[in-house]
């Protein structure tokens, strides 16, 4: 069946993501337990921002064109998704990323500072106050990575500072157990 799902991303690049998500999506609800009901399932999307501007764009630079077109990407991978709140840092890179998804859904962005306390402190409030649903956080290199660590428990690495193209996916369980998928969305 891998053999199969593969052939048709490789004929279809253009919708492979959303497919890629769906398939994964059922794959990560199939190891749940029965008495698991669906809408105890926390799935977090997880995404570094965009391409910045990397000269002349000061302490906060905004998106290249590049960035703002792997933005709008997003919305296309996500928009079948139900996304009922989006994350991100107070910055114009990650803002900027996390905006078309809000507009799309009509929510306003939740800005949280990336301090000391960042990850306990994120990973808590979709826990407590986003169990069931479906979240997208936008956020960095490094706050990315440690968020999904923080969320379940795994240990991956900083993303390097010229990739912009991952995509997490976490799924929490009510018992706090989950899972991960990394994929990869828009042009490399």
């Known amino acids: 069946m891998l053999h199969a799902v593969a052939r048709i991303f490789e004929r279809n690049k253009r919708t492979s993501s959303l497919i890629h998500i769906a398939v994964v999506g059922l794959f990560l609800l199939l190891p749940v337990p029965v008495s698991v009901q669906a809408q105890d399932v926390t799935t977090v999307i997880l995404v570094r921002h965009a391409e910045k501007v990397r000269d002349g764009g000061g302490r906060d630079p905004d998106l290249t064109a590049q960035g703002y077109a792997r933005a709008t990407e997003l919305v296309r991978v996500l928009s079948d998704m139900n996304i009922a709140a989006v994350h991100s840092t107070p910055f114009i890179r990650t803002r900027e990323t996390a905006r078309p998804v809000a507009e799309h859904f009509g929510l306003e962005i939740i800005e949280t500072m990336p301090t000391g ?52 996916v976490v799924t929490i369980n009510s018992d706090d157990t989950g899972s991960f998928v990394r994929l990869k969305y828009g042009e490399r």
């Open 117 to 168: 306390s960042f990850i306990d402190g994120m990973a808590r409030t979709i826990k407590e106050n986003h169990r069931g649903e479906v979240v997208l956080v936008v956020g960095h290199s490094n706050t990315t990575p440690s968020l999904v660590n923080g969320l379940i428990g795994t240990s991956i690495p900083q993303i390097d500072d010229d990739r912009f193209d991952d995509l997490f």
